[in-house]
């Protein structure tokens, strides 16, 4: 008695979606070892963020494969609110306008840590006596440091917008990384069946 090609076929997919799975769990690992250490990490470029305070690196997380319907999906996940302004199509720009104030304030390098963080926000006590002169806010202050000058320190550049452009393009710089591995690989498996 011949067997029933639908039941073979089927038997043969249930085989197939847990090694598909795995295969997409290895290249989202990747993906996010890759976005990672060459896109979230080092000076900033065409295709590189400087690491400042490290959330955006941190709350990237490669996805876990699942099936949904007949696809298997994976991935990667970018968690920081933020991460829109700096990955998306090359070439394109985010334009930052203030929500419920007038101006962006956009610190100094007085009003900076050496990676880049700001210290503080303008109107935060640590900078001692303030005040604006042509968009520039200045104190007296050294921020946290606690030193005290006699002369104005700039704090901080008001701005009524800032352009920034996406420096990650997660087709170029990610999926095409990762597709010829991951093809290979997934033919290696249907190969196996």
């Known amino acids: 008695m011949p067997k029933d090609p639908i039941k073979s076929l089927e038997q043969i997919i249930k085989g197939l979606v847990p090694k598909v799975q795995k295969v997409v769990d290895r290249h989202s690992q990747r993906l996010w070892q890759r976005a990672v250490s060459r896109h979230l990490t080092g000076g900033t470029g065409p295709d590189r963020l400087a690491r400042r305070s490290g959330t955006l690196a941190r709350s990237t997380r490669p996805l876990k494969a699942r099936l949904e319907g007949s696809k298997v999906t ?57 005040f604006v002169a042509k968009g520039i806010i200045f104190g007296f202050s050294g921020g946290t440091k606690g030193t005290q000058s006699t002369k104005a320190i700039p704090l901080f550049a008001l701005k009524r ?15 095409d990384w990762v597709k010829p591995q991951y093809m290979h690989d997934l033919s290696q498996v249907v190969k196996g069946v």
């Open 161 to 175: 917008s800032v352009v920034v452009p996406r420096r990650v393009d997660p087709k170029k710089d990610l999926l």
């Open 74 to 130: 994976g991935g990667l996940a970018f968690g920081a609110k933020y991460a829109g302004v700096h990955i998306g199509p090359a070439g394109s720009k985010v334009t930052i306008r203030p929500k419920n104030k007038q101006f962006l304030a956009i610190p100094l390098a007085a009003a900076k840590t050496a990676s880049g963080v700001p210290r503080g926000r303008p109107l935060d006590g640590i900078w001692g006596p303030i």
